[in-house]
């Protein structure tokens, strides 16, 4: 299966990293690499420090730039051990986060985001904001009121037409779509995690 030409075996390169992903033990992957069908542990390792490598330097030069975006997520995996022995910990449950950056689209620069500063200063999230001075505290509600006459009668209708009495599921086909009101086009974006 592995070409002479260590350059054209791309099947083994994803197959051994896809390996090394799964867990797979090192001496299965060896094998496998003696047999062809995947590259080498050593291969794998510095494939993976290489595209480690990449990912860190894409990573810093979109956050320098300051127009990039940042989501988080934590997320709690169960890391049971196959082998139980006396001394080890019963604690398996490990608590993880795992970062997402992509770069802000439609143009947006420097100079549109001047107003995050002033946002940051009225945040109720900012710990030098006394909560005494906001006078007015926007909730979830308020979005209702932004285009009271287009969206919220078509959504009306759309939940009538999908969870209301069955007379109403035979409009579903001439509800269409909402009217857009400054809508942001689709843009096929790079994200990197971080």
């Known amino acids: 299966m592995q070409t002479a030409n260590q ?12 390996l090394q992903s799964a867990h797979t ?5 060896e094998t496998l690499s003696q047999m062809g ?16 490598k990449e990912a860190h330097r894409g990573i810093s030069t979109l956050g320098w730039t300051l127009l990039a ?23 398996t449950l490990k608590h993880l986060t795992a970062g997402l950056l992509f770069p802000l689209q439609h143009g947006i ?18 710990p ?7 006078t007015t505290k926007k909730g979830w509600k308020d979005l209702l009121t932004l285009h009271p006459d287009c969206f919220n009668s078509w959504k009306i209708l759309s939940n009538l037409i999908e969870y209301g ?13 909402p009217e857009s009101v400054e809508m942001i086009p ?9």
């Open 109 to 126: 620069t420097l100079e549109n985001l001047h107003c995050l500063k002033a946002l940051w200063e009225r945040s109720l999230l900012n």
């Open 25 to 29: 033990p090192q001496k299965v992957i």
């Open 69 to 91: 975006s940042y989501v988080y997520d934590n997320f709690d995996v169960d890391l049971k051990s196959t082998v139980h022995t006396a001394d080890k910990s019963e604690d």
């Open 165 to 177: 009495p069955t007379y109403f599921h035979q409009f579903k086909d001439r509800l269409g779509h």
């Open 37 to 52: 069908i995947c590259v080498s542990v050593d291969s794998i390792n510095t494939a993976v420090m290489s595209l480690s």
């Open 7 to 18: 350059k054209l075996n791309a099947f083994q390169s994803i197959f051994g990293i896809f």
């Open 186 to 194: 689709v843009a096929k974006m790079k994200i990197l995690a971080s």
């Open 128 to 134: 030098q904001v006394n909560s005494m001075d906001m």
